[in-house]
């Protein structure tokens, strides 16, 4: 490991044309944005039978079977795709624990992945994608494509990296959202750790913030985290329903998820159409109730995607409202119920549309009786997918 990273690129790139596609595959995979989600060789025909494995897996099981499986050593996550024509293919792919930004080289994560280097050269289907990211990388792809939707077998320690992404399933028909990509980030982590507060990560304004806060809760203890884990789950189901592309910042709501800055990063890696963070607030003041949404004063993506951010940040309001019948606060956002701040990581940090939903007061008695209702959260869910769809002229 003494030599620089450009040595050990020439060298695997020495060993054959092969094992160059192979690696530009995996750099592919990482550089469109899909985290730890892995483009396989099973996307171009489309194989059923995984994709509904892996989305389902991902997107309802509160309690992951990955608490269930052994570690894996902690540098490399290895993930086994079976495809139907009795093929097998298993690619490993390195969990630095570091955020790989989009323009992370990809030679230094190839290199440093040992077993990326062997099976997947065998794959034609994975040079062909390969060959077509380049001149594309941040373009979201559109269809029905398995992209292997893939979730970190977390240790419960550490901050993850990478999203979720639930892809439609083959050979829907074209719906109302077809060809958008949704970013849902249930607000917070399944479980906390003191270790999370202590990380500091870039906030944007070249500040820096906690990785994570533990959230709020109401008084009897319905964590904050589980209502909005609950109103994503619903969410994204409706909005797949309807065609759209959904990804997850975090896949359960029993571990660490991604840090903040990272939650961020998962929308701009796959050029989301729009990116909703889902929160409830915890003011202290106990007749301060109702709901408002934040947008940021400056964000990433520059003045359009900012003031594009509170036009939709406007229209998910009125839906919001329209659809639960919660009050609009009466304790920020002057009255309007939408709130233009500095301090939030995961809006500051996006380059594309991004807004945050905080759904009502939990400390607040009658705010915290809808929070806490299952049939209420269903109405939430329903209400932001209305405003979704129509933010995006859909
Ligand atoms: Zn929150």
Redesign the pocket.
């Known amino acids: 490991m003494g030599k620089p990273g450009v040595d050990r690129t020439l060298s695997v790139l020495g060993i054959g044309l092969g094992v160059a596609v192979a690696a530009a595959a995996i750099v592919a995979a990482l550089v469109m944005g899909t985290g730890f989600s892995l483009s396989t060789a099973a996307s171009t025909s489309a194989v059923a039978t995984p994709t509904r494995a892996a989305a389902s897996a991902a997107s309802a099981d509160p309690q992951p079977t990955a608490e269930a499986t052994p570690e894996p050593t902690p540098e490399t996550v290895t993930v086994t795709v079976t495809v139907p024509v009795s093929s097998a293919t298993t690619v490993g792919l390195a969990d630095t624990g570091a955020t790989p930004a989009a323009s992370t080289p990809a030679t230094s994560s190839v290199g440093t992945t040992p077993a990326a280097t062997t099976p997947a050269a065998t794959s034609s289907t994975t040079a062909a994608g390969a060959a077509a990211a380049p001149s594309a990388p941040r373009t979201p792809r559109t269809g029905n494509l398995f992209e292997g939707a893939y979730f970190s077998p977390y240790t419960a320690k550490k901050p993850s990296v990478g999203g979720v992404r639930l892809a439609t399933l083959p050979d829907t028909p074209r719906l109302a959202m077809t060809g958008t990509f949704i970013v849902l980030d249930p607000?917070?982590n399944g479980v906390s750790d003191a270790t999370i507060f202590a990380r500091q990560v870039p906030m944007g304004g070249g500040k820096k913030k906690a990785c994570n806060t533990s959230?709020?809760q109401t008084d009897s203890g319905y964590p904050?985290h589980a209502h909005n884990w609950d109103v994503v789950v619903n969410l994204a189901a409706l909005l797949r329903e309807r065609g759209a592309t959904v990804i997850l910042t975090r896949p359960n709501d029993a571990s660490i998820g991604p840090c903040v800055d990272e939650r961020a990063a998962i929308g701009n890696r796959a050029r989301a159409d729009l990116v909703v963070s889902v929160?409830?607030d915890g003011n202290t003041a106990r007749a301060a109730r109702g709901f408002h949404i934040i947008t940021s004063r400056s964000m990433a993506g520059g003045a359009a995607v900012t003031s594009k951010s509170l036009a939709m940040a406007t229209t998910i309001r009125d839906e919001f409202a329209k659809g639960t019948g919660m009050p609009r606060s009466t304790y920020t956002g002057a009255g309007i119920a939408i709130t233009r701040r500095t301090d939030i990581a995961g809006l500051n940090l996006s380059e594309v549309p991004a807004v945050m939903l905080e759904a009502g007061n939990m400390r607040n008695t009658g705010d915290a009786a809808l929070l806490t209702s299952r049939t209420y959260r269903l109405k939430e869910a329903h209400a932001l997918a209305a405003g979704i769809q129509k933010a995006l002229g859909r």
Request: aromatic residues 0%.
């Open positions: 607000g917070h959230g709020t904050e929160h409830a």
